[in-house]
């Protein structure tokens, strides 16, 4: 059983802001110092929203990944997938791809188009042991349920809501609900009190559980809540995650999820040698990336 407290206000975390590629505002919300992980989602990037000059676009080269998914939600612009399966897809606002690195896989992100503008909410989901070891997978979702619900449009990103299971195959207990309005709305959701929950604003202003929220800060709603109200004057966009409390969060480095340091040192080896674990992209829009150094890293858990 999950202890329950009685009273947990919610807590305000500020995402960090880094830069990608040619300037790409990002807003890293997860993992943060006092909030590592929702559920099991581990890693929250709100990227952009951005227009890219004539000449401009973003162009991540191949990578590798362990132990976990990525998840990508496209709010805005056309990203170009590639990876070491050797699956080139073309992701659209309102789509989900979703990969499944388990014992390792590489792959590439590329605006379709220079010029374009992008807005992307990225995240990665920890694997669980008895998955983390699997074959590398990837499966495109063009389509997931949606609802309508006091001025706003659902749309069901992971796990399950207003009877409907989304399609995005996940393999912890978790939440990932889509919200936009185009006016004034206001609701109140159910949702799992064994879950812990949190808010992320993708556009406009919202007010959660009574907090006036914009972009760039997240709110950490803890467990115990059956209900949440969420309300906007305007135009919104609303990212709200759940999932049961991991025991215990896995380390995360680089582009790796894994239990121990051991496993790390492992991956990164394997994507020095070039060999099969991580394969070949082909295709990519910038060059394969270089691992940084984990000499004289001591990684902590939670
Ligand atoms: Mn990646």
Sequence with gaps: MTSIAKDQSPQRIEARTTTLGQGTLIRRAL????????????????????????????????????????????IEGELVHRDSLGVEQILRPGEVNLMTAGRGISHSEDTLTNGQRLHLA?????????????PPAFAHHPVLPTA?????????????????????????????????????????LPLRPG????????????????????????????????????????????LLLGGEPLA???????NFVAPTQAEMEDALADWHAGGERFGQVHGAGAPRLVAPSLAGLHLKGG
């Design 31 to 74: 993992p943060s110092p006092r909030k590592r992980t929702v559920g099991a989602w581990c890693f929250l990037d709100h990227a952009g929203p951005v227009q890219f000059g004539p000449d401009e676009g973003m162009h991540v080269g191949p990578h590798p990944h362990i132990g976990l998914q990525t998840f990508s939600w496209l």
């Design 122 to 134: 990225q995240l990665w989901i920890a694997l669980p042991e008895a998955q983390r070891q699997c």
């Design 148 to 188: 309508a619900q006091g001025g706003w449009a659902l749309t069901l990103l992971a796990g399950e809501a207003f009877g409907e299971v989304s399609p995005v195959e996940v393999f912890s207990p978790l939440l990932g609900l889509d919200l936009v309005c185009e006016a004034a709305a206001a609701t109140t």
């Design 195 to 238: 879950f812990e929950h949190a808010a992320l604003v993708l556009r406009g202003e919202v007010q959660v559980a009574g907090e006036r929220l914009a972009p760039g800060t997240l709110l950490d709603l803890g467990t115990g809540r059956d209900t949440l109200t969420v309300q906007a004057e305007a135009a919104a966009q609303l």
């Design 248 to 254: 215990a969060p896995p380390l995360l480095w680089w």
